[in-house]
């Protein structure tokens, strides 16, 4: 029989090993992650105005809200249009670096670390040098000096609407922010093909772009679509950019916000609208979860044929 | 059997070098126009005769910098660096030792664990800012740098990341360590992780890199100006005003200085941090 203590210490004490490896970890996990979004649950039930322990229960009036809301629904338009850009350019970018960089005999290591260095540049740093520098919108920005050689009229970048060029300064900040990333990514991807693949073609007689559709294109598989699901759910959560590109003065304009950008205004803006922002924070991580499992289960089907 | 190579492939190459210097020049150039306009005086920035040389390099920028009382640059980047050496070194610890916790130690509950683990990374952290302010808020933990380090602490991605690398960490090195008489405690500190310190160091420049450039969360909780980051207080001058141009160039390109000597010194690591954070195995 064994006694108590040995039962809840296990063998060898493992029971007890195993809580004071795993225990911190776990015990953060549930107090700073599952504590807050199951209040946030509880909350998104509540109006909540400036209180984290409301009294009014309003069931699912916040989500209706959110979801009738037509600026909570052009955030989720917003971030359509986001995605549709930067997803496809990334993706193609810096697939086409890493083919580049992968081939070159000569200096590899001296463009690999070129492409990647701006991952080690904040968002923020980034957005002042497109902001202030490259598309500043008077006569010296880099941008208008460029097109001015050409005879262009200068463009205000940030603030037309008509055309809406801002997307291209948005779109064009976090292109060369995360392309070193994922081109670090599909190198070491063409580095795990192996060489045999590429004999037996030569050996068969494929040349140049048949190598690249019937070789590298599918052992890729796996790595393009973990690098897609990455990319989409980035675009999802794109704040930083957004934030320093068109706020001032504490004022942002009512265009291009994304759902992150919608969700700061209103649960830390002025009203601390918690009851309304945690029924989007719901909404925005179901959204998520749903995107991510099912590109998963998309990921497995294809590896099953 | 050699290939014989074609002409074609010599003029591919030689335009894929072409393709790749002008790739290599325009990536370089924001680094160079931050550089630029930091040593610039104001007037070589703003002036309509844009030149690609400064008329004179103002190296007395870096100092009027730290002189000005309007950006908080020396008490913001010592936040930064608290913070970020501070949440580095913790999450390797906690991350680390559940890792191996999960990896090696047989208990009952072991799988509820790591399934509760794996179930959060579906809810990406940016999205649960909102929840998460009104916890540290109930803390009473808003502009304080328990609230920007303590809630960024519990990584479940880096725990997941290290269970599937200890997994793979050879046996016997841990048997032969506990034929020596080490316990759990002494095979992991003594044995273990003496002989993951590349794994360790890719784990830790990727953390690193994330925590000095974080933004969202250090913009909700750093209200007040003695708790902001070096991100946060260049975020404020660029979007609360635009004079004095030179010191917020200045400002961003000293901000930038301790990641691309990492980059520098580290970049094996941080390359295999990446390759190991992307790849969802």
């Known amino acids: ?305 | 059997m050699a290939i014989q190579r074609r002409p074609v492939d010599k003029v591919g190459s030689g335009a894929r070098y072409v393709v790749l210097v002008l790739g290599a020049v325009l990536f370089l150039v924001p680094f160079y126009l931050l550089l630029r306009n930091g040593l610039s005086t104001e007037a070589d920035i703003t002036s309509p005769d844009w030149t690609l040389f400064p008329s004179s390099l103002q190296w007395g920028n870096i100092a009027e910098l730290f002189d000005s009382r309007s950006v908080p640059m020396a008490r913001s980047l010592a936040n930064s660096a608290v913070i970020a050496v501070t949440q580095t070194v913790l999450v390797l610890a906690v991350s680390g030792m559940a890792g191996y916790g999960l990896a090696r130690i047989p208990y009952r509950w072991s799988n509820v664990v790591l399934y509760a683990t794996v179930a959060t990374l579906l809810i990406p952290a940016a999205v649960t800012f909102v929840p998460s302010f009104v916890l540290v808020s109930t803390l009473g933990w808003v502009s304080s740098l328990r609230g920007l380090i303590v809630p960024g602490l519990f990584q479940a991605f880096a725990t997941f990341l290290f269970r599937q690398y200890f997994l793979g960490f050879p046996q016997e090195l841990e048997d032969a360590a506990r034929i020596d008489g080490l316990g759990y405690l002494g095979t992991f500190w003594r044995v273990v992780v003496p002989n993951s310190l590349g794994f360790v160091a890719a784990i830790g420049t990727i953390t690193f890199i994330g925590s000095w450039n974080a933004f969202l969360w250090p913009l909700v909780i750093g209200q007040d100006q003695s708790s902001w980051t070096v991100q946060i207080a260049l975020s404020t001058f660029l979007t609360q005003q635009t004079s004095n141009l030179h010191q917020l160039f200045i400002a961003a390109v000293i901000s930038i200085l301790p990641l691309l000597v990492m980059f520098l010194f580290l970049q094996r690591w941080i390359v295999q941090g990446v390759e190991r954070s992307g790849i969802n195995e």
């Open chain 1, 1 to 305: 029989m064994l006694t108590r203590r040995q039962r809840l210490l296990g063998t060898q004490d493992r029971n007890l090993w195993f809580w004071v490896f795993v225990g911190p970890f776990f015990l953060g996990l549930l107090v700073f992650v599952y504590v807050p979004i199951l209040w946030s649950i509880w909350l998104s039930f509540f109006t909540a105005r400036n209180t984290v322990t409301p009294t009014e229960f309003v069931g699912l009036g916040n989500y209706a809200d959110m979801l009738s809301d037509p600026a909570f629904r052009s955030s989720m338009l917003t971030f359509v249009v986001f995605a549709a850009f930067i997803v496809p350019t990334t993706f193609a970018l810096s697939l086409g670096l890493a083919l580049l960089v992968h081939r070159a005999r000569w200096f590899q290591p001296f463009f690999r670390s070129v492409f990647f260095l701006p991952t080690a540049c904040s968002y923020v740093v980034a957005t002042l040098v497109w902001k202030m520098s490259i598309f500043s919108g008077v006569r010296f920005g880099l941008a208008n000096t460029v097109l001015a050689w050409f005879g262009v009229a200068p463009t205000p970048w940030l603030s037309v609407t008509q055309p809406p060029w801002y997307w291209l300064v948005i779109v064009t900040v976090r292109l060369w922010l995360q392309v070193g990333f994922y081109m670090i990514l599909f190198l070491a991807a063409l580095q795990r093909i192996s060489p045999t693949l590429y004999e037996a073609a030569a050996i068969d007689g494929a040349v140049g772009w048949k190598v690249l559709r019937y070789i590298t294109v599918p052992q890729l598989a796996a790595t393009s679509s973990a690098v897609l699901l990455l990319l989409l759910v980035n675009a999802f959560q794109a704040f930083d950019e957004f934030y320093n590109l068109l706020s001032s003065t504490g004022q942002y304009p009512p265009y291009a916000r994304p759902p992150l950008v919608y969700l700061y205004y209103t649960a830390l803006g002025s009203g601390q609208d918690f009851g309304h922002g945690s029924a989007g924070a719901v909404i925005l991580t179901l959204v998520i979860a749903v995107v991510a499992v099912g590109q998963g289960r998309l990921m497995r089907f294809g590896r099953e044929d």
